[in-house]
């Protein structure tokens, strides 16, 4: 089971946590200007030190050239969130492995040589970086890393030397977002080394009310500051958004009640879903699931269906090439068809 489906603590609130650190190998230069061999060199390199190795077991990877892999498998895998976009637009050179179990993914040649991540559900940002450490070990025991005794490791963005670990923790935060404290709160973390961007990382839209919540700082602290900060803050933002439901239930009562409902009929009848639509349509349906109003469904089984509704996730389900519009239809169709496969097999359960 991957993060997306599997339960985990919090999960009304926390979608996931994942740690990620940035590597590179001595004496080579950046993917930026290093020759085509070189990145082969880097690839086969990091690939032996799973594959061919002992210390490994306990986790079964599976390695790919992404210029190998269609275009739909590497875009379900950004939505997935086990590999980013720029790894992606860097195929001809960039490289994965991927743990098969979906928590630990090893790109190769994206913007640095190596960039792992684990990425578990619920809020478990300690577990994240116990087992990427372990991870990390398995490579250093056959790699010599960039490293410098006063900056640390060096990576090719300047804001990732150090420790080059950003944690991160993907948060729907639909209370604190409609009742407009979002802004506060971002004023407040970016004064303790953390940040907020959108559901895809840096640049990328809050869609359906999900941030990511991560800290800025790589130099200074240790990772184990930088994983107890965050966890920190993030509780504290859980406590806030739970009571800003509450308070929401509470004041609003029957029109909140109606407006959850009024976004499942929706998902159930529409014909059309622009991705926009859709996701800010199962941000309401997700909130109705955690405050139990909605029994039918788990918060897991709606964060699969949010997944599923992701572009290349409907082409994949139609499986045939969609542009934009067609896109649009088939999402309608495609959620449509799951929420009633959910509802009649409750319903068989039932009687």
Known sequence: MSWINEAGPVRDVVLSSRTR???????????????????????????????????????????????????????????????????????????LLLDTKEKVTVMINEEDHIRMQ???????????WETLSQVDDVIEEQVEYAFHEKLGYLTCCPTNVGTGL??????????????????????????????????YGEGSEALGNIYQISNQITLGPTEEDIISNLTIACKQIVDKERMARKALYKTS??????????????????????????????????????????????????????????????VKKTGRALDANEIDVARADVIREVLKEKTEKTETKES
Do not use: Y
Request: net charge negative.
């Open 253 to 314: 009562g029957i029109q909140f009640d109606d407006a959850i409902w009024r976004s499942m009929g929706i998902l159930q009848n529409a014909r059309v879903l622009e991705l926009k639509e859709f996701m800010a349509l199962i941000s309401q349906v997700r909130v109705g699931v955690s405050l139990g109003l909605i029994p039918t469904f788990s918060v897991e089984e709606i964060d699969a269906l949010m997944t599923i509704g992701q572009p290349a996730g409907v």
């Open 118 to 128: 684990c990425i578990l559900p619920g809020l478990q940002l300690s577990q994240a």
């Open 21 to 95: 650190i940035a590597r590179n190998v001595a004496n080579l230069p950046f993917p930026s200007i290093m020759k085509p061999e070189q990145g082969e060199q880097v690839a086969q390199m990091v690939r032996r030190c799973f594959l061919d190795s002992k210390s490994s077991e306990e986790h079964q990877f599976n390695f790919m050239h992404m210029r190998d892999v269609p275009a739909v498998e590497r875009q379900i895998l950004v939505e997935r969130h086990l590999a980013s976009q720029d790894l992606m637009e860097n195929a001809e050179v960039s490289a």
């Open 166 to 199: 950003r944690a991160s923790v993907m948060m729907h935060l639909p209370a604190l977002t409609m009742n407009k404290q979002m802004n506060i709160i971002l004023q407040t973390i970016s004064k303790i080394g953390l940040t907020a961007r959108g559901i």
